[in-house]
């Protein structure tokens, strides 16, 4: 039978490889190795204007790094909240977020940033792990793996010069 703390311990790695980006840049699991490659440092290079672009014009929900980075950041307060006892949110209010100021986009980094270091906490401290938490905290690897490269995607586009008419 596995422990609890070998199975916590892992997701954590995986969270802190996705978020923070590799603790040890020689040994990755599924992102570059360079510093600053998980979602944490991608954002930190993303400027409020690039944020805010929509990558196909449209504006609608999911088309701006502002409404990813806003998603992740509910995703792991929701998280967090469940594993107080509180309720799931909801997801579709997850996308509201299109645009956002400096100001904004500097709340929203260090909001995603504090629930990131809050759940990490809060695995720590479980003694056990409920199913549905488990599930839950499982579900949020590939959920920030498929994030992360779509935001790295998105940030190419924002950044790439638009074409001569």
């Known amino acids: 039978m596995l422990p609890v703390e070998t199975l916590i311990n892992s997701i954590n790695i995986l969270l802190t490889e996705a978020y923070a980006g590799p ?47 806003e998603h992740l950041h509910w995703s792991l307060a929701n998280m967090n ?37 809050t759940l990490r906490e809060g695995l720590k401290n479980q003694k056990e792990l409920d199913v549905e938490y488990l599930t839950g905290g499982l579900a949020l690897l590939p959920h920030a793996a498929y994030h992360l490269g779509n935001i790295r995607q998105m940030g190419e586009r924002v950044r790439r010069p638009a074409p001569d008419c």
């Open 81 to 117: 909240a469940a594993m107080r006892g509180g309720e799931y949110g909801n997801w579709k209010e997850s996308w509201n977020l299109q645009t956002a100021n400096e100001q904004e986009w500097d709340r929203l980094r260090s909001a995603l940033r504090s629930e990131f270091e």
């Open 23 to 69: 603790p040890d840049p020689r040994s990755t699991w599924f992102i570059d190795n360079e510093p600053d490659s998980g979602i944490l440092g991608i954002l930190a290079g993303v400027s409020a204007e690039e944020a805010s672009m929509s990558v196909d014009g449209s504006g609608n929900p999911g088309t701006t790094i502002a409404s990813h980075a």
